[in-house]
């Protein structure tokens, strides 16, 4: 399994930390492809936020991508959203903008999680109820209250495919 990350308007440092981390998580080689600006195309500037959907289709095609952005992100229908992917596809989004903390540790912790929550999304895994990085967060607060791994039930569907 690969793990393209595409940095898009983030900083070297979150970069460094996915590709330090997500191996441990997947057996997965991660790969870094070349940076992209965010641009103006997925901006919208009533709400000051860049749309998630619109930015997923701006990623490359390669199965599994993980687009990394330090801005903040909306759906529709949703106030802010911390990442978006493509259920079973090949893409996905990862906004840090709402992660950010002075606590290095607990900032590279928030990172993992959501990067693995969204992966999860793209290896076909839904929204968990169990205590599982798969579960739903609506704040930073449920995010630290998860763990950063995947309970035995979507362990397992993980491995099936
Ligand atoms: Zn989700
Ligand atoms: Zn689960």
Do not use: W
């Not at 898009?8 to 440092?13: E, F, I, Q």
């Not at 909306?74 to 709402?98: D, I, K, P, Q």
């Not at 607990?106 to 929204?127: D, P, S």
Request: glycine content about 6%.
């Amino acid at each position: 399994m690969k793990i393209y990350i595409k940095p898009v308007s983030t900083n070297r440092y979150t970069v460094m930390i996915l590709q330090k981390k997500l191996p441990e998580v997947f057996e997965a080689e991660v790969l870094v492809l070349s940076p992209m600006d965010i641009g103006l195309k997925c901006y919208n500037p009533l709400r000051g936020q860049y749309n998630s959907t619109c930015l997923i289709r701006r990623l490359p095609l390669l199965k599994i991508t993980l687009g990394v952005t330090g801005k903040d992100l909306y759906a529709t229908g949703m106030n802010f959203v911390f990442g978006e992917a493509e259920l079973g596809g090949a893409r996905a989004v990862l906004s840090t903008f709402r992660l950010i903390t002075p606590d290095t540790e607990l900032y590279e912790e928030r990172v993992v999680k959501e990067a693995t929550h969204e992966i999860g999304h793209v290896l076909g895994l839904r929204h968990c109820e169990n205590d599982c990085v798969m579960k739903f967060s609506n704040s930073v607060k449920e995010v630290d209250e998860k763990p950063v791994s995947f309970c035995s039930d979507c362990a397992s569907k993980i491995k099936l495919r």
